[in-house]
């Protein structure tokens, strides 16, 4: 290892044959696993395949789930201003609210993750969306409209760093762009399905169905999570450990060492019965009971933990100052500022001559959206884990450095906009099929690949601050749409001129926040270098709180 540099974000993909023939390093094929998986029969990372699926599976679940009842509530603006008199602009004002809750509650919650375990903030997630829908169901006002969204966002808080967090507890680092390849894909199925299912709804029984089935499905799902999400909350720490990339990995043979947990099974054991030898006491596996426990208590917690979450939470700000979590903030919140603006043109234009489109219709026009999302996903997940792999081989003798994976990002520059273009000039222009779907496409493309491999690069880049530079990205990306959501009916206006001017602007800001990628490659090793001793400081802190 002595030729890899010592920072976050640079590590060995594959060793070479003279290397291998005498490590202990555990591998998959001739890949380097990171982390380092221990001899612990509690660690998700030695979970059996079909347990690990299941578990990406209910994730996903849930991030599809609160992304879809985060998106839906534009399907019943016609409804709630036909028969309740609520105007558009206090609706948009409802998902500006909707942003705030989304990215500041992911920061409100984050250090229940870590004191309390994974379980419990995806229940309390759940259960705020079941009372945000219920009050949209039983919309009667303005402020109805606009606070129930409240709920409804922090009810995706969730969603926005934990999922992360413990995807990524369960697959390894070479595992991340495919697996947040399906994160995001879950993101899109729901972003872009949500507003299609509701509008059916809408159409067929009415808008407040959008809310009670909602309600339905939340609740039978916290049943579901109830019983079969299995904690994923390990003390890496407090096992014997080894370096690959700066941070502190299991890398010894497996039997030279055994874990303090062990050691106080042992220890325990050979009191009652002196005659086993302590090293011979393996851990015990947890019972079905404890891994669904609601609450698993972190080694260091004190008490109820209510200073430590505190001083957590104001630790977590620190993120902030980290280059990496701007620029994945950035590249994703842009995405969803842009969503505000072509979603509000569908829901305000596609009514109206020459479509004339329904409820049913304007929902529709989300499929070409997903299936860009999807080729999207498959771009910048799996096959950007392919890639990585083969540059690691080819140029840099099996070495990894985060900024390889952004190679991938440089198409969205070019398709993304021009998506833009063609959906806004052909919406401005009266154009019907071909031209603005193919535009949908091409925006769904850049919306699955840039916020795949932006996230991807910063998990690569920090692997141990996964949490908190989700929720760095979290607050980032929200505030970033909150903003543009509240200048997005100002900004395309109601005449041809401004709506076509409008989605231009957009495009032309998508180049250009894609293009930060160009820097971030150029100087995103020198920041990991600067940000060294930060991050080191910055988890010795936070596992010591």
Request: glycine residues 10%; charged residues 15%.
């Amino acid at each position: 290892m002595a030729e890899v540099d010592f920072i976050p974000g640079t590590t060995r993909l594959f060793e070479e044959p003279d290397q291998a023939a005498t490590s202990h390093l555990k591998k998959h094929g001739d890949i380097i696993l990171s982390p380092q998986p221990t001899n612990s029969p509690n660690d998700p990372l030695n979970w059996s395949l079909p347990r690990r699926c299941w578990h990406a599976v209910l994730l996903c679940f849930i991030t599809a789930l609160t992304a879809a009842t985060s998106n839906d509530a534009g399907s019943a603006q016609d409804g709630m201003n036909t028969d309740l008199n609520i105007s558009y602009n206090s609706m948009n004002t409802g998902a500006g609210v909707l942003f705030l809750g989304i990215g500041y509650f992911t920061l409100l919650i984050s250090p229940a993750a870590w004191l309390y375990g994974r379980r419990i903030t995806f229940l309390i997630c759940m259960t705020l969306g079941v009372i945000g829908a219920i009050w949209f169901a039983k919309v009667q006002t303005t402020e109805d409209s606009i606070w129930n969204q409240l709920f409804v966002g922090a009810s995706e808080a969730c969603a926005e760093a934990n999922v992360q967090l413990s995807l990524s507890e369960v697959f390894f680092q070479h595992q991340r762009g495919a697996v947040l390849g399906v994160y995001v894909l879950s993101t899109s199925i729901g972003t872009y399905l949500g507003p299609l299912i509701a509008g059916f709804i809408a159409d067929r029984i009415g808008w407040r169905w959008i809310g009670w089935l909602s309600v339905i499905i939340s609740c039978c799902t916290i049943v579901v999570l109830f019983f079969t999400l299995e904690e994923t909350l390990f003390d890496r720490s407090a096992y014997d450990a080894g370096t690959i990339d700066g941070v502190h990995q299991t890398t010894g043979n497996p039997d030279d060492h055994i874990s303090p947990q062990q050691e106080k099974t042992a220890h325990l054991d050979k009191t009652s019965s002196p005659d086993i030898p302590a090293e011979s006491v393996p851990e015990k596996k947890k019972t079905y009971w404890q891994r669904i426990q609601l609450i698993t208590l972190a080694p260091n917690v004190i008490g109820t933990g209510a200073r430590q979450y505190l001083t957590r939470l104001l630790h977590t700000l620190r993120v902030f100052t980290f280059p990496a979590v701007l620029y994945s903030g950035l590249q994703w919140g842009a995405q969803d500022a842009w969503l505000t603006f072509y979603l509000t043109l569908e829901q305000t234009n596609w009514y109206n001559p020459p479509w004339n489109y329904g409820d049913a219709g304007v929902g529709i026009m989300n499929i070409p959206c997903l299936i860009g999302a999807v080729i999207g996903c498959f771009w910048g997940g799996w096959l950007s884990d392919v890639f990585v792999e083969w540059y690691a081989k080819k140029f840099r003798n099996g070495i990894r450095e985060a900024e390889d994976r952004l190679w991938m990002i440089y198409p969205c520059a070019i398709i993304s906009p021009l998506g833009m273009f063609l959906f806004g000039i052909g919406t401005a222009y009266g154009w019907n099929w071909p031209v603005p779907y193919v535009g949908l496409g091409f925006i769904g493309f850049g919306w699955g690949c840039a916020g795949d491999l932006s996230m991807a690069y910063l998990m690569d880049a920090y692997p141990e601050m996964v949490l908190e530079g989700m929720v760095g990205v979290s607050v980032v990306n929200n505030t970033l749409a909150c903003l543009f959501t509240f200048t997005a009916s100002l900004w395309l206006g109601s005449g041809v001129d401004s709506t076509r001017n409008c989605m231009i602007e957009i495009g032309v800001l998508d180049f250009i926040f894609v293009m930060l990628t160009v820097p971030m490659m150029l100087y995103g090793k020198k920041c990991r270098r600067w940000t060294l001793t930060r991050y080191e400081e910055f988890v010795r802190i936070r596992d010591t709180l």
